[in-house]
């Protein structure tokens, strides 16, 4: 908690009928009850420190931070019933004569339950109009002095993402809280799908904006990363399609009102899925760094992916529910459960670049967590990295060693940017994955029984490890590669000649006949929930190449009664 620092105003005012001392200063907002005398007792000192310090009474002593103040709104009480001021009123109210006090209404954030944020609001009252009126603009002069803050954003609503739910979201829930805070947007209602990643790539007005906000799912956010960093890098003369560059950052935030089927960006840099929390951390102007993931194949840039890369299990998946979107979120489940009797494995070769210098694995217990400590000091090595990039390029050759290599057979091979935490696994498919390290956890998942795999799973939603078996391996990764054993090379596909032919028949009639058990020799890759075209692919981090309006998982408080300046 802040201290509060020099103050700029200190008052009596009143909080419905009681008394309070008001004070702010360029942190906080207090406004603590006025007690009656304290009961001299003989055997305490007056400004002791508890021995067991106790949280204080939250109707007698309240803070806020400055930078958690949504907006002040002036209004006028009469005989206990409030009004907003339109001037007209308090002229009447003044010739009658009648009791007319000044009020100002101040909005800001409050925390509620698993990361959930509010608008609550307090009014106090004065009698003296010019107190009133310095204490709004002394609080309006603190907001405006925060440059963080968004003034004007582009708005993009998907209507059919998730439950079809984004048009009334954002018109019933966001959009009233952006005007409470003076905050212009423009709204685009898209048409069809990729109509905001074309707007971003060719049309948009960018320089007239602080920020672009997605009204969908993860779908929706993946649209319009497409469409910032390609822009973004036209903009700065890189050429977005290579595999070698080293991609320039977007300087416009990008704000997720999520309303889609998994919400797994917002849930994993946020900690929930609410609409109201996601208008809250664009509005206070938070900023939080994301890695993305360029996907090449054959050195032709393929997608950009922030959360998933998946292969088998989850490509398989994704594929089966995309013919099954009327459904709605439901669909993951029945696809999930299909393919998890079905039962496919996969073959191929997967190369990576382990991530050298960096602190944690992804076997770590702690978390990436608001401020996180990994995330600032992986990325600081990132940009040094960077600045020498063409050295560490050519170190990163096959021929330099540091490359490692694995053959197999594989049920899943997963690449997870982030936690990839959502509703269905609320700590994640790489719950000490990072959002800002520059790397990814590579989660090689090898042939099992299916009820290991079902093991592996449900570990998903417990606290168990869900890495901490046999036939599971898990690297952190700055660059990785995979082959599916069919495009391998022709010395490779001889030794497996007579195999590969029995299977070549054999995939064909199971794709008739998949309950015959026998696994077709190719899935397709989940990337960030779309289908990519190529099995064959090359994936490089770019360490915090965007920003979200968000601030990453808050801690649950924990409360300390001494740095708390109400109690002091
Ligand atoms: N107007 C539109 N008509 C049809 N499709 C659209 C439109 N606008 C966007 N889309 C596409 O809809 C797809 C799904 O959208 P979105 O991500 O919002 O929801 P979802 O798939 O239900 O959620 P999630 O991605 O979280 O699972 C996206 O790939 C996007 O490109
Ligand atoms: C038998 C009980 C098993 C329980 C297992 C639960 C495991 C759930 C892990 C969920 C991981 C989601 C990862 C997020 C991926 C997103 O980029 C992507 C786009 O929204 N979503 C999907 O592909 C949707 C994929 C949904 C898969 C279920
Ligand atoms: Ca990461």
């Known amino acids: ?115 959930r944020w509010r608008c609550a609001e307090v009014t106090f009252t004065c009698s003296d109009e010019a107190v009133c009126q310095h204490w709004v603009s002394s609080i309006r002069e603190q907001l405006a002095s925060n440059t963080s803050r968004p003034k004007h954003l582009l708005v993009y609503i998907n209507p059919y993402g998730g439950k079809r739910q984004g048009k009334r979201i954002y018109e019933q829930k966001v959009a009233p809280l952006f005007t409470q805070a003076g905050i212009s947007t423009s709204v685009i209602v898209t048409e069809y799908a990729n109509h905001a990643r074309d707007h971003l ?19 929706m956010f993946s649209e319009i990363i497409h469409g910032l960093i390609w822009r973004t890098q036209i903009d700065c003369g890189v050429d977005p399609n290579s595999t070698e560059e080293a991609l ?41 760094p994301l890695d993305v993931c360029s996907v090449h194949h054959n050195n032709m840039f393929l997608r950009y992916s922030v959360s998933l890369l998946g292969y088998g299990f989850y490509g398989d998946v994704l594929s089966d529910s995309e013919r099954k979107r009327w459904m709605g979120p439901a669909r993951y489940d029945f696809s999930g459960l299909k393919m998890f009797l079905t039962h496919h494995y996969y073959e191929g070769t997967v190369s990576y670049l382990p991530a050298k210098g960096i602190i944690g694995t992804p076997r770590d217990a702690t978390r990436c967590r608001s401020g996180c400590v990994i995330c600032q000091h992986n990325g600081q090595l990132n940009s ?22 694995i053959r197999g057979k594989f049920l899943a091979i997963n690449a997870a940017s982030m936690s990839c935490a959502c509703p269905r696994s609320p700590k994640g498919l790489s719950p000490a994955a990072h959002l800002a390290d520059g790397t990814t956890d590579l989660i090689l998942v090898r042939k099992c029984s299916r009820f290991n795999f079902l093991r592996h799973l449900l570990r998903h939603t417990s606290k168990d490890d869900q890495f901490d078996l046999t036939f599971i391996e898990v690297h952190r990764v700055r660059r990785f590669r995979f082959m599916p054993r069919h495009c391998q090379s022709d010395s490779d596909l001889e030794l497996d000649l007579h195999e590969n032919s029995k299977r070549q028949i054999f995939s064909q009639i199971c794709k008739d006949h998949p309950a015959c058990g026998c696994a077709p020799a190719y899935s397709s890759w989940n990337c960030d929930g779309e289908i ?12 915090q190449l965007i920003k979200l309006f968000a601030r990453g998982i808050e801690e649950l408080p924990v409360f300390e009664d001494l740095s708390n300046p109400c109690a002091i």
Request: charge should be neutral.
């Open 201 to 219: 790539k060719m049309e948009a007005e960018l320089k007239k904006f602080d920020g672009v906000v997605c009204v969908g799912g993860d779908g």
């Open 384 to 405: 040094e990295r960077s600045e020498k990039y063409e050295m560490d390029e050519a170190s990163d050759s096959e021929s330099s060693g540091e490359w490692r290599t």
């Open 248 to 288: 320039s950052p977007c300087s416009l935030r990008i704000g997720i009102i999520p309303a889609g089927s998994t919400d797994c960006i917002c849930f994993a840099s946020v900690g929930t899925n609410d609409p109201v929390t996601s208008a809250l951390h664009i509005i206070v102007g938070d900023s939080q």
């Open 1 to 115: 908690m802040e201290r509060p620092g020099r103050l700029l105003l200190q008052s009596e005012l009143r909080v419905r009928n009681a008394a309070y001392d008001v004070s702010l200063s360029r942190s906080l907002l207090i406004w603590k009850r006025r007690t009656s005398s304290p009961v001299y007792h003989p055997f305490r000192p007056r400004f002791c420190v508890p021995l067991f310090p106790r949280r204080p009474d939250p109707g007698v002593c309240h803070s806020v931070p400055v930078s958690e103040i949504i907006s002040v709104r002036e209004e006028e009480e009469e005989n206990g019933s409030r009004q907003r001021d339109d001037g007209s009123w308090k002229k009447i109210r003044e010739r009658e004569g009648k009791d007319c006090r000044q009020a100002f209404t101040v909005l800001y954030v409050e925390r509620c339950r698993q990361h």
């Open 532 to 543: 990519l075209t190529h099995t064959a692919i090359d994936v490089r981090v770019h360490g």
